[in-house]
């Protein structure tokens, strides 16, 4: 019923910057918070950034002054802009939406994830 389609990831220096992308598209009402998460090696899955249906933010520490959630309502879309890249950001990254569908239920849904490795 709704899909996520996450893009940007890839391979980085150091210090560079990466953007996200996650679209959502189905039989959409509206949808209330996005969010990225991540997910490195070893590691349990952890919350990087999320955005309300009104603007609010929230963030990691380790990302704070770094990275930039923001949103796309018309287009259902939202991104994440990574600048000031380091090693330790590597990991899958994965977009969930809460989405209220036009018959009103309500479900979470992921993406599928996109790998984003720091690395020189």
Do not use: H
């Not at 018309?74 to 969930?96: F, I, R």
């Amino acid at each position: 019923q709704v899909q996520l389609v996450e893009s940007g990831g890839g391979l980085v220096q150091p210090g560079g910057s990466l953007r996200l992308s996650c679209a959502a598209s189905g039989s959409i009402d509206r949808i209330n918070v996005m969010g990225w998460y991540r997910q490195a090696p070893g590691k349990e899955r952890e919350l990087v950034a999320r955005i309300t249906s009104g603007g609010s933010t929230d963030y990691a520490d380790s990302v704070k002054g770094r990275f930039t959630i923001s949103r796309d309502n018309a287009k259902n879309t939202v991104y994440l802009q990574m600048n000031s890249l380091k090693p330790e950001d590597t990991a899958v990254y994965y977009c969930k939406q809460n989405v209220i569908l036009v018959d009103l239920r309500y479900l979470e849904v992921w993406g599928q994830g996109t790998l984003v490795t720091v690395s020189s």
